[in-house]
């Protein structure tokens, strides 16, 4: 991983650790503004998406290095190339894609906002229509004073872990 990248992971990391532990619903924890900036770029992310709008969607990504995870084994991208490479081969493999995000938690310290939430997708493909509700996470930074998509991850989840998350000693 280029030093650059752990680096911002790291930050990252330690953004979240220092935040005060929050209730099942995070909620939102930025100014009015930024929180309508933040599900701008979401809509237009999305619209972009449904359009595949490469292009669109290269420009609401941040400068290298990002980190985009998608659901696809292979879908951990590291550089603006390889997103690009990403998004040009799974449009090719759809006629008609469609996703939206929800936020259910949106947060800011400084330049950098980290935003998580649901996003339901339906695609039709050459195999059928493929519909599900994954999970998404975001981390946006400041670039020329509009905000970029630095980090991504989109998961599916799974009915394998069946027992309930409590808070310790609960």
Not at 75 to 100: G, H, N, P
Request: hydrophobic fraction near 50%; aromatic fraction near 6%.
């Amino acid at each position: 991983m280029p030093r650059v990248l752990r680096i911002l992971c790291l930050g990252l990391f330690l953004l979240c650790a220092a935040q005060p532990a929050r209730a099942a619903s995070v909620g939102v924890t930025m100014d009015h503004n930024t929180q309508k900036q933040v599900t701008a770029l979401l809509t237009t992310l999305a619209h972009a998406y449904a359009a595949k709008d490469v292009d669109a969607l290269m420009a609401l990504s941040a400068p290298d290095p990002v980190l985009n995870i998608g659901t696809g084994r292979d879908e951990w991208l590291t550089s603006r190339a390889d997103l690009e490479a990403a998004y040009r081969r799974e449009f090719a493999q759809t006629s008609q894609v469609s996703i939206a995000f929800t936020p259910s938690a949106m947060a800011r310290r400084g330049d950098v906002v980290w935003v998580a939430g649901v996003a339901p997708v339906a695609a039709r493909t050459p195999h059928g229509q493929v519909a599900f509700e994954a999970r998404f996470t975001c981390v946006l930074i400041k670039v020329k004073g509009a905000w970029r998509i630095a980090q991504s991850h989109m998961s599916v989840p799974s009915d394998a872990q069946t027992a309930p998350v409590t808070a310790a000693g609960q």
